[in-house]
């Protein structure tokens, strides 16, 4: 399993998180901390290591004038 990356916004580590409906297993990835400014997770997956992946994801910063 590869490691998750701290919470974009607040640097905090994020937790996994799981449920299950209709006998499918889900799993996604949120930031917990009260202290975040953005209230952040991913979508559901059926699939630990996507949720973990989608998570890791992040976008290029560029400079706007």
Not at 33 to 50: A, G, M, Q, R, S
């Amino acid at each position: 399993m590869q490691n998750m990356l701290t919470c974009p916004f607040c640097g905090k580590q994020p937790e996994l998180d799981s449920y299950e409906r209709q006998h499918v297993e889900y799993w996604t990835v949120v930031c917990l901390n009260d202290d975040c400014l953005v209230d952040v997770e991913t979508i559901d997956f059926d699939v630990k290591e996507d949720a973990i992946a989608a998570w890791n994801k992040r976008g290029s910063l560029r400079l706007v004038k």
